[in-house]
């Protein structure tokens, strides 16, 4: 009798769990996943800069740029805050007027931000929101004997706006956007012309060169003109990027204005657990 209700009791336990469980695990099929989307980007450049730390002059060149971003919602439920994290890699050489001089440019920027999606207005996305990056960019002076290379260090608060346009056409949705941005508020490096790093190191004066920047004495725009054509499992995209930059910590301005080409691809990212793991059918990108 004891053996027969422990039995009973035994299968009552597992029918119960089994009844708990399948509610649940169906709950969990019908959940939306957050996928990240991937940019990779690659184009080349047209530069200007101006480092009166160099030179006086004005140098003039080509070069290429790489860049790579990634977007998620935060909350798949309620896909309106994204973040995201961006890494950039540019690289140039440059001339003076008279083509005697080189400047070597070499730049890495990383970001981390985010942005608010409103979708409500018929075939159109807007975004608002920022960014917090940190810019380290090493330029050598082939000429110049004292100084012969000069660092920008600078972190910076970014405001972000964003527009895109997607026109319906009979097999796929095509994508027309441009993105904003500008520094609000930093720090920045900016060492004073004629003053070695040496010297600085010496007089222990390297504190003076860092200094707080807003839009006093910094002033730009990155803006990027994109056009987004999806295929199977892809999206390509050509643009232009115009990056205008300015600062000063005394009379002589620093400039950076760089013109850019760029093509790149950009897909969806699934990441779940077990090898033999289906796609999951509900799911939900920024890049929709």
């Known amino acids: 009798m004891i053996n027969n209700c422990l039995k009973y009791m035994k299968t009552l336990l597992i029918v119960s769990c089994l009844l708990c469980f399948l509610p649940v695990h169906a709950q969990n099929q019908e959940e939306l996943q957050a996928l990240t989307h991937v940019y990779n980007y690659v184009g080349a450049s047209m530069v200007q800069l101006a480092d009166p730390y160099l030179s006086v002059l004005n140098y003039t060149g080509y070069g290429i740029r790489a860049e790579y971003s990634a977007y998620k919602y935060f909350n798949p439920e309620n896909p309106s805050l994204t973040q995201y994290h961006r890494l950039v890699g540019t690289g140039a050489y440059t001339l003076n007027p008279a083509s005697t001089a080189l400047i070597t440019y070499l730049d890495a920027n990383a970001a981390y931000g985010v942005l608010y999606e409103y979708r409500d207005l018929n075939n159109i996305v807007l975004h608002a929101g920022g960014n917090m990056d940190v810019d380290f960019a090493f330029k050598m002076n082939s000429r110049n004997i004292n100084n012969p290379t000069n660092i920008d260090l600078s972190t910076n608060l970014n405001a972000m706006l964003g527009v895109r346009y997607d026109i319906p056409t009979k097999k796929r949705v095509l994508k027309l956007g441009t993105q904003i941005e500008f520094p609000m508020i930093g720090c920045m490096f900016v060492p004073y012309p004629g ?94």
């Open 195 to 288: 003053l070695t790093y040496y010297e600085m190191y010496k007089a222990k004066r390297i504190g003076e060169a860092v200094h707080l920047s807003s839009l006093h004495n910094k002033q730009g725009i990155k803006q990027r003109l994109t056009f987004d054509v999806p295929f199977n499992h892809t999206e390509w995209s050509f643009g232009v990027l115009m990056h205008l930059m300015k600062f000063q910590a005394g009379e002589q301005p620093h400039q950076l204005h760089e013109f850019s080409l760029f093509f790149g691809v950009h897909y969806d990212v699934i990441r779940f657990a077990g090898r033999k793991s289906k796609r999951p059918e509900n799911f939900i990108s920024p890049g929709l």
